[in-house]
């Protein structure tokens, strides 16, 4: 089943993201390429405070080219662990620290053609404790009862992935 490369050129390096074409050879003999978008792993959090709440943002998505109601989520720095890079992240937009974290899995976002792959966490036990960050300013943040989650991924007015995936499990988790 496995592909077997060939040759690999970078033929884009930003700041966030790189495009690597790769040139391999199918299981069949046939050769083609790849467009492979290189994102670094990252981290969502399912932010639950006392009351019931997911604490979500509201943000403008230049690619959607629409306000998005997400779950908070970032990246996760070099040689950072993805617990620290979710407590730091919770801190810088939405100025919460959480006290207990539970890892509820992972996945990749969009593995036909990125590498990026999402550590998911449940964030509770949440203190205020903001640190400033660059980008956060735009940020709107928005308390959800947990129990009306559900309708609102049915509506599509959350409509990502890792916020849609990381709710899901939640509302699992708490039998809703």
């Known amino acids: 089943m496995e592909e077997k ?3 690999s050129k970078t033929a884009f ?20 390429t790849r467009e492979i978008v290189w994102h670094a792993d990252c981290i969502a959090a399912v ?17 959607t080219d629409k306000v998005l ?4 989520a970032g990246g996760i720095e070099y040689e950072e662990k993805p617990e620290d890079a979710v407590r730091r992240e919770l801190q810088e937009e939405i100025g919460m620290l959480p006290g207990k974290l539970t890892r ?56 990502d992935a890792k916020s849609i995936a990381g709710l899901l499990w939640a509302l699992g988790r708490s039998g809703q």
Do not use: W
């Open 47 to 63: 932010a639950l405070d006392g009351r019931g709440n997911v604490i979500m943002e509201k943000q403008f998505r230049r690619p």
């Open 104 to 159: 509820l899995g992972g996945f990749y976002a969009a593995p036909g053609y990125s590498t990026e792959y999402l550590h998911l966490y449940l964030a509770e036990d949440l203190t205020p404790s903001k640190l400033t960050a660059e980008d956060t300013d735009e940020i709107e943040i928005v308390s959800v009862p947990l129990c009306e989650v559900r309708d609102l991924i049915d509506s599509g007015q959350i409509c």
């Open 5 to 7: 490369l060939i040759e």
């Open 13 to 32: 390096r930003g700041r966030a993201v790189s495009l690597r074409i790769d040139r391999i050879r199918k299981k069949s003999g046939e050769e083609t």
């Open 69 to 72: 109601l997400e779950i908070p």
